[in-house]
């Protein structure tokens, strides 16, 4: 069971890549070809046409800076909320027994709060950035 304790920093960024890819090419083709239809999209589903935007900024830069570990805590709290959204609004027409309707942001939502709790890993930008100073590192948390 060590061994596997000491693949926690792959883990958590391997975590990170697959997070990223999902939210990047998720996110790109909102930025790259938003057109009215997809605006409508947005409307349809009682939010403003202009979230079209704030999504794919959110989902394409906020996959960057998971794959890089650099605000990881923030950028994956805004991508769990954004989830959280997308479930509420769009997902749940069929009430909360068709998980096969939320499925993919649930489980979008919920790695990104496993982020937003533990952090990057030692393998990210965060980590000589804000982890050794203290900032959300376990030395700080013990004191």
Not at 110 to 137: H, N, R, Y
Request: glycine fraction near 12%; charge should be positive; aromatic fraction near 12%.
């Amino acid at each position: 069971m060590r061994f596997l304790n000491s693949l926690g920093a792959v883990s958590l960024l391997l975590l990170r890549v697959a997070l990223a890819i999902v939210f990047i090419t998720h996110g790109y083709p909102k930025l790259a070809h938003a057109g009215r239809g997809m605006q409508e999209f947005f409307v349809h589903h009682g939010l403003p046409g202009y979230f079209l935007y704030v999504s794919g900024i959110l989902e394409v830069f906020g996959g960057v800076l998971l794959l890089l570990g650099l605000f990881t805590r923030v950028a994956a709290l805004l991508l769990a909320t954004e989830m959280v959204v997308a479930i509420w609004k769009v997902d749940s027409g069929h009430g909360y027994l068709a998980v096969r309707d939320y499925e993919l942001p649930m489980v979008l939502a919920t790695t990104c709060f496993v982020l937003v709790t533990i952090g990057a890993g030692m393998i990210s930008l965060d980590q000589p950035l804000f982890e050794s100073k203290g900032w959300g590192s376990s030395r700080s948390r013990k004191k």
